[in-house]
């Protein structure tokens, strides 16, 4: 009999550890030798044992009611009931985030280096919860210690290209949360349609937030549906976003295109360009002649104008300014752009785009604020501040490392994830093939860089350009699983990476993707 018992609780503790499965992996997880569980019901409290975390208490209660249908009563005193301790340990890890978990027969305990920690330990919670709808939720009893790689873990969303409802954007930020990730890249602006009200230049919103059709199927298209469409953020909107992504402990880095991707912002004020115009807000998918004209001092005085509107709603350090994908062929034929080369000795048109760059990171900087560009910003000479993504692959990263400048990289081959995951997609996409296992595999920090220069690299960013993504469920559709990959990349330590394992705890994470009724692909190709 004894016999029998201690074979069937071997089972029981192997199918509890076989429950455990965080993504992203953390850096030490310990099962105890008794295995355990601890149960979670309406009844059991969640502990407020250090001051400012609100937060993570609530994000835990929003969880459990839109999942499981209840709330938990939130106290700060412990009482005689076991509970959820959420707390302060002093860690000393030199990027924000790192915590202790316990759950043992006393309950669940976790202590955060700060209240950035202890928020991500509620999210390894929140995995440890069964993939199914109940009353009374077990977690096995374990030890963590955990804390995150990178100080940089992004995900990016084009709204330009498809505009997507502010209530959707809440959902985005909290799948970012979710992955224990800290930054929102917001694309605000592009040649498809300017997105954020500015109180000054209110065409910009008029006209310049709606195009008249937008091509049918992949470019060049098979035609243009002709509906008129658009939509913009008010700056009241936009503070909403930036304050829920802030309880989530995210930053909202704002993108505002210069001086390429400009058609909207020229359809709205067409005296910002090289020939006048007129312009209009583009139907189709590319990159398009038609840029601010580098020679005519409006046009700065215009972008600070913006920028003067766009800085104070994001307290974020970070501004990002495009700065990618900006053909020469109007600046080639500028008399403006060609006497402010002449009067500044710029050689090529290169230069010059470094020019309008650097004289929009001057005005940013003066602020206080610090510049992101995409890695075209590297032609003609970069901004001493700015901050590089590299996207076309990593060589532009590794050479802005080795100018001691920091970067964040965002290669089309690994983090794209517009492009296909699966070789058969079941609706149209950019093309490119990204499966979830190239993205898996991305290493962030570059084998050609030292260890000096390997410091400039603050982490890496998924990039969701929107072209072909019309709907929220086609956005959740191209994210995941590849957001939860590149969540492990960012999180864990090189070292702990192993296909093989992720693709066991891949499995669980579908059922809880299900669970939050979001749209994912379940091919692995
Ligand atoms: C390149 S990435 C772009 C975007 C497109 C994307 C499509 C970058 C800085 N520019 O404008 O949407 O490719 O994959």
């Not at 959707?168 to 929102?184: E, R, T």
């Not at 509906?227 to 505002?256: C, H, M, N, S």
């Not at 398009?288 to 974020?316: I, K, R, Y």
């Not at 994908?325 to 290169?350: F, G, I, Q, T, V």
Request: proline residues 6%; positive net charge.
């Amino acid at each position: 009999m004894k016999r029998i018992w201690f074979i069937a609780s071997l089972f029981l503790s192997m199918s509890m550890y076989a429950q455990v499965n965080i993504i992203p992996q953390p850096v030490e997880l310990k099962m105890p030798e008794t295995a355990g569980q601890f149960v979670i019901t309406a009844k059991t409290p969640i502990i407020l044992e250090g001051a400012g975390l609100e937060n993570s208490a609530r994000f835990l209660n929003d969880y459990l009611k839109q999942i499981y249908g209840f709330t938990l009563p939130i106290t700060k005193k412990a009482g005689t009931t076991p509970g959820i301790r959420l707390n302060f340990d002093r860690l000393n890890h030199p990027i924000p985030g790192a915590y202790n978990m316990e759950i043992s027969a006393k309950g669940v305990y976790i202590g955060g280096d700060n209240a950035t920690g202890t928020f991500y330990g509620v999210q390894t919670l929140l995995q440890l919860l069964p993939t199914a709808k109940a009353s009374s939720l077990p977690v096995s009893y374990l030890t963590i210690k955990d804390h995150p790689r990178f100080q940089y873990r992004g995900l990016h969303l084009d709204v330009s290209r498809h505009f997507f409802p502010l209530s959707f954007v809440k959902k985005y930020i909290d799948y970012i949360a979710l992955h224990k990730m800290n930054y929102f890249h917001w694309h605000l602006t592009d040649d498809q349609g300017w997105r954020i009200e500015i109180k000054k230049y209110p065409n910009l919103t008029k006209a310049g937030a709606w195009r008249n059709g937008t091509i049918i199927g992949r470019y060049p298209g098979t035609g243009n549906d002709s509906l008129r469409y658009g939509g913009f953020y008010t700056q009241k909107e936009v503070k909403e976003i930036v304050d829920y992504a802030a309880k989530r402990y995210i930053t909202v880095v704002p993108e505002i295109e210069m001086p390429g991707h400009a058609s909207a912002a020229l359809t709205a004020y067409p005296h910002l360009g090289c020939t006048g115009g007129p312009y209009q807000v583009q139907q189709t998918w590319g990159v398009f002649n038609d840029v601010f004209c580098a020679g005519n001092d409006s046009v700065f005085t215009f972008l600070q104008n913006v920028l003067d509107e766009v800085m104070p709603l994001f307290p974020a350090k970070y501004v990002h300014i495009g700065g990618d994908e900006c053909p020469k062929d109007s600046w080639k034929k500028c008399p403006k752009c060609h006497k402010r080369m002449a009067d500044n000795k710029l050689k090529d048109e290169h230069e010059l785009q470094s020019y309008f760059v650097q004289r929009m990171e001057k005005y940013i900087n003066s602020k206080g604020k610090t510049i992101i560009g995409w890695d075209e910003i590297l032609e003609g000479g970069l901004a001493p501040n700015a901050v590089v993504m590299s996207w076309r692959g990593e060589q532009g990263g590794i050479e802005a490392a080795k100018q001691n400048h920091d970067v964040i990289m965002t290669p089309t081959n690994f983090v794209y994830l517009d492009y296909s995951q699966s070789k058969q997609e079941d609706s149209v996409t950019i093309g490119n093939y990204v499966p979830v296992k190239k993205t898996y595999s991305y290493e962030p920090v570059p084998k050609e860089l030292n260890a000096d220069q390997s410091k400039h690299i603050l982490g890496a960013q998924g990039n969701v350009w929107t072209e072909y993504m019309k709907t929220p469920k086609k956005v959740e559709y191209m994210i995941f699983p590849r957001l939860s990959a590149l969540s492990e990349v960012l999180w864990s330590p090189a070292e702990k990476r192993n296909w093989d394992d992720f693709e066991k705890r891949l499995q669980e994470q579908f059922k809880r993707y299900t669970l939050w009724g979001t749209n994912y692909n379940k091919k692995l190709e």
